[in-house]
T-cell receptor, first 114, second 113 residues
């Protein structure tokens, strides 16, 4: 039981390049989330998926797109990376059993945009 | 979701209890109080949550005041590995803000030998 996994762990991009951050969970959770964390700040929600087949914007969605590929996987895409998107990206999932709101986080993807 | 207020930082000696306060004076009746922590460079980790009653699990205890305007997270025997940023979050579980955790600045807890 790996929990929430994210790939890649690190990535360096040039301005204007695109990339997709992958996230997968093996806990049979219904909901999945993408957050970003800038240095010295708390996490901010980018997008979330309450259930398979649905996605919704969070606090800071501009510049990102998401795909809920199936119940296990939720990807985050940067179509044209900008230096302002340099951050650590965390994926999370929730929604099984009694504590349906408790979120479990992955280890993060560290992204540097030059 | 309720706005929460936490001290910026706290210190604790190893082996002693760490008591982390949180004010949430605007919390509504159906909002839970959640605690997460983030150890350096790692993803946040769920600790505990509660609505009205005090709660205890293998990691910590959560004491919620009767008026629900504040709460305290207690780590009964802090270790060096408990050094982390601790976040207190109000969450309207199942409501329109479904599952959307709002992380503030949190409290930096430093456990000293």
């Amino acid at each position: 039981n790996a929990g929430v996994t994210q790939t890649p762990k690190f990535q360096v991009l040039k301005t204007g390049q695109s990339m997709t951050l992958q996230c997968a969970q093996d806990m049979n959770h219904n909901s999945m989330y993408w957050y970003r964390q800038d240095p010295g700040m708390g996490l901010r929600l980018i997008y979330y998926s309450a259930s398979e087949g649905t996605t919704d914007k969070g606090e800071v969605p501009n510049g990102y797109n998401v795909s809920r590929l199936n119940k296990r996987e939720f990807s985050l895409r940067l179509e044209s990376a900008a230096p302002s998107q340099t951050s650590v990206y965390f994926c999370a999932s929730s929604g099984h059993g009694i504590y349906q709101e408790t979120q479990y986080f992955g280890p993060g993807t560290r992204l540097l945009v030059l | 979701d309720a706005k929460t207020t936490q001290p910026t930082s706290m210190d604790c000696a190893e082996g002693r209890a760490a008591n982390l306060p949180c004010n949430h004076s605007t919390i509504s009746g159906n909002e839970y109080v959640y605690w997460y922590r983030q150890i350096h460079s790692q993803g946040p980790q769920y600790i505990i949550h509660g609505l009205k009653n005090n709660e205890t699990n293998e990691m910590a205890s959560l004491i919620i005041t009767e008026d629900r305007k504040s709460s305290t997270l207690i780590l009964p025997h802090a270790t060096l590995r408990d050094t982390a940023v601790y976040y207190c979050i109000g969450l309207n579980a199942g409501g329109t803000s479904y599952g959307k955790l709002t992380f503030g600045q949190g409290t930096i807890l430093t456990v000293h030998p």
